[in-house]
């Protein structure tokens, strides 16, 4: 992880989940794959964990945020929904474990009169199982994909 504190031209790649609670924890595995990618200096790849407001620090010296969540709001596993979202009541109707936190912290964010840009790849997911490490096998091979994706957002190419 590269912590930078130069907010001019900064993109933040932040990954949500619980990596504990399987297929939740889809976030984090999209950020450590990126991290494995020869990235810019001005691009900070972030484990937000389940959420908290320790993040609103490195969201604040960013331009652009890049949010990867799990969502369980009843569409195929592995469904991946570009969102814009400005307040909480932008997000889908139902994140999983850690959506309270996530979404006051969001806005909290604009509270504070930040305005970044903001872009969320909501990943849809079962309803919370068995607690297990790695991920279902319908959403390894989404990893990449989403990967590739928050890369095209970033407009960073791949290394």
């Given at each position: ?54 993040l609103?620090e ?7 945020v ?62 919370l ?5 790695e ?25």
């Amino acid at each position: 992880m590269t912590i930078l504190k130069d907010k001019k031209s900064k993109v933040l790649i932040l990954g949500i989940g619980n990596i504990l609670m399987g297929d939740e924890g889809i976030g984090v595995a999209v950020v450590r794959a990126l991290e494995k990618t020869a990235l810019p200096a001005t691009v900070e790849c972030l484990d937000g964990g389940t959420g908290s407001f320790l993040l609103l620090e490195p969201m604040q010296t960013a331009d652009k945020v890049i949010l990867i969540d799990a969502t369980i709001d009843g569409a195929k596993t592995g469904t991946v929904r570009r969102l814009r979202p400005r307040f909480s009541t932008d997000y889908p109707r139902t994140l999983t474990a850690h959506d309270i936190g996530l979404k006051d912290l969001l806005d909290t964010f604009y509270i504070l009169g930040e305005k970044p840009d903001v872009t969320l790849f909501a990943v849809s997911i079962l309803p919370l199982q068995d607690m297990k490490i790695e991920l279902s096998p319908e959403l390894l091979p989404i990893v990449p994909q989403v990967a590739q994706m928050v890369l095209d957002e970033a407009s960073i190419q791949a290394g």
